[in-house]
């Protein structure tokens, strides 16, 4: 059997980089509430990508909120179906894909922190840099495990239906 194997796309794998968008969201919103930023900092940074990286107001705002909020679950789900898809062909092991889903979650977070936001949105950089990338890990491990979840699951499907 090929080290890399076909899996095909499961939908419950938009649930599982939503979850692990939102544990990533709020473990970033509680790290900037602590340290004294404010906790709706990020959503709003996140915001900030249509002003250029000028509005940095952390005070709750519904629009930057939303938009903000809306921008980082896109990216979540979009880089978790990634991960499903290419990522996860390497390993098929909860543990295995745990890892793997932290070192694909830290190599997004030094694409994110070094190349892309200083681009697109330097406002982002802003937030406390060692707890995003705590948060990245997070999000990487619960995907990872997410993943495992689903696909442990379509398998054992797979299995009692004969196929």
């Known amino acids: 059997m090929s080290l890399l194997k076909f899996r095909s796309f499961d939908p419950r794998i938009f649930l599982v980089g939503l979850i692990a968008g939102m544990a990533f969201g709020l473990m970033e919103m509680i790290i900037e509430a602590v340290i004294g930023r ?3 900092s990020p959503l709003r940074y996140i915001a900030s990508v249509f002003t250029l990286g000028k509005d940095t107001d952390p005070s709750f705002s519904l629009i930057p909120v939303i938009v903000g909020l809306m921008g980082h679950m896109i990216n979540s789900i979009i880089l978790g179906m990634v991960f499903a898809l ?3 062909r390497i390993t098929s092991t909860p543990a295995g894909l745990a ?3 932290m070192a694909y979650a830290a190599g997004v977070f030094v694409a994110m922190w070094y190349v892309i936001l200083p ?3 330097p406002a982002m950089k802003l937030v406390n ?3 995003f990338f705590v948060s990245h890990l997070m999000y990487g491990l619960i995907l990872g495990l997410g993943v495992s979840l689903v ?3 379509a398998g054992a499907t797979r299995v009692a239906a004969g196929a």
């Open 151 to 153: 696909h442990g699951q």
């Open 99 to 101: 890892v793997a889903g």
């Open 129 to 131: 840099g060692p707890g």
């Open 119 to 121: 681009i697109i949105d």
């Open 38 to 40: 404010g906790f709706w």
């Open 86 to 88: 290419v990522i996860s």
